[in-house]
C-alpha cells in the first residue's frame, strides 16, 4: 500500500479547456472554498495551457492570471496551490515571478516529452524562491519509456523534486501505462507521477495502472473537467481508491457534493465522443477538441478527418495553426472533387 499518496485537481486549470478559458471570478471562488473544506491536497490554476498563455492563438482568458490566482490564494490555507508553466508561454520575469509573489505553493515546469531542456531555467528560478517544483512531460505517448527517462532525469538534474507524465492526448491503455512509469519509478528516486486524459475512456484505469506501478502523484478533476474527453473523474478516482483502501486525505463525501454543484457552476461536463474517440487514437492533443470542431464547422469538413491529418503530420500543443491549414486542405479537395 502506498502511504504518500497525493491527488492534485486540475480543474481551475485543465478545466479552463472546456469553457474556452472562460473561468469566472465567482466560479474560481466558490471552487477554491469547496476543495480547501474537502481537504483537496492541491489545487491547480489559470488559462488552461498555463501562465502567460492566453492569447488569440490558444484562447484568451476571462481573467488574468494574476486575478485567478489572487483568488485562489485568497481561500485557500490548507490546500496548496499551484501553477502549471510552460516555457515559451510563460517567461520568468512577468509571469513566473508575478505567481510566486502571490503566493503559489507549486511550481509544475512543463515541456514537450522530448525538450526537457527547456525548462532548466525555469525550475532553477522556482527552486530558488523555495518553491515545491515538479517537471511535467506533456505528450508523453510520443515518447518510448528510455527517452522518457532521459528527459526526466534532465529535470531532475534541474532541480525538479518530483516528475509528472501526461497522457496530453488521452491515448493511452493501461499497458503503455504501467511500462513508462514503471521505468521512470525505476530510474528516479524522485516522487513520480501521472496525468490522464479520458479521450478512449482509461483515464480512471490508467491512473490506477500509473498507481500500481509506482506512481505517487494522480491528477484528477471534478465532473472531469478538462481539455476533449476531459481528465480522470476526481470524484470517481477517489472513491475508487477509497474502496481499494488507499487514504487521499480527502472527504469523499464533500467531494461528491463539489461535483453535484459544479455541474451546475460549469458547462455541460465533457464525455467521450466520436470525435474524442478519433483524437485519441491518432494522438492528438486533446485541448485542440474545441477549436477543431469550430473550424471543422466552417468549413464543412469532418472534425474526425482533421484529427487523422493532425495525427499523421504529428501535431502538438502550439500549432493550432496547423487546424485551420488542414481545414482548408480538406474542403478544398472535397470542393475539388464535386467540380470533376
Known sequence: MNKNLTISDPTLRDGSHAIGHQLTHEYIDRYSILAEEAGIPILEVGHGNGLGASSLQLGESLLSDAQMLEISRYNLKNTQLAVHVIPGFATINRDLRSAIDIGVDIVRVASHCTEADITMRHIDYARQKDKTVYGVLMMSHMASPN????????????????????????????????????????????????????????????????????????????????????????????????????????????????????????????????????????????????????????????????FIELGRRKVVAGQEDLILEVAMQLSNNINGAVVK
Open 147 to 306: 527517452v522518457l527517462v532521459s528527459e526526466a532525469l534532465k529535470m531532475k538534474n534541474y532541480g525538479a523534486q518530483g516528475i509528472v507524465i501526461m497522457d496530453s492526448a488521452g491515448a493511452y491503455l493501461p499497458k503503455d501505462v504501467t511500462e513508462r512509469i514503471s521505468s521512470l519509478v525505476n530510474a528516479l528516486d524522485i516522487p513520480v507521477g501521472f496525468h490522464a486524459h479520458n479521450n478512449l475512456g482509461m483515464g480512471v484505469a490508467n491512473s490506477l495502472a500509473a498507481l500500481e506501478a509506482g506512481a505517487t502523484i494522480l491528477d484528477g478533476s471534478i465532473r472531469g473537467f478538462g481539455a476533449g474527453a476531459g481528465n480522470a473523474q476526481l470524484e470517481t478516482l477517489v472513491a475508487v481508491l477509497h474502496q481499494l483502501g488507499y487514504s487521499t486525505g480527502i472527504d469523499l463525501f464533500k467531494l461528491l457534493d463539489i461535483a453535484d454543484e459544479a455541474e451546475k457552476m460549469f458547462a455541460k461536463p465533457p464525455t467521450v465522443s466520436s470525435t474524442s474517440i478519433i483524437s485519441g487514437m491518432t494522438g492528438v492533443f486533446s485541448g485542440f477538441a474545441k477549436p477543431v470542431e469550430r473550424i471543422a464547422k466552417k468549413f464543412g469538413v469532418s472534425p474526425k478527418d482533421i
